[in-house]
């Protein structure tokens, strides 16, 4: 079981590959400066990239279908 807070997921091998790799070629200096230490916070990180930036998309979609024509 994860610690309070925090929930377990299950992906692809395709996608576990690919993050891991990444991972492996990213600086430990970068690393570093953005407080991972581990690959599971590696993983994290990306993800909430990934959460900021399609709150960015869907906030200028709202935006755009708020403009008069």
């Known amino acids: 079981m ?12 395709a996608a576990y ?3 891991m790799e990444e991972y ?6 970068w690393l570093i400066k953005h407080g991972i ?3 599971n916070g590696y993983v994290n990180y ?6 900021q930036y399609r709150k960015q998309l ?5 935006q755009e279908k708020q403009q008069p024509p």
């Not at 869907?58 to 709202?62: A, K, N, S, V």
């Open 2 to 13: 994860p610690p309070k807070g925090f929930k377990s997921i299950t992906v692809k091998q």
């Open 17 to 19: 590959d690919m993050l």
């Open 24 to 29: 492996k070629k990213t600086p430990d200096k």
């Open 37 to 39: 230490t581990s690959f």
């Open 46 to 51: 990306r993800l909430e990239e990934l959460v």
């Open 58 to 62: 869907l906030q200028q979609t709202d």
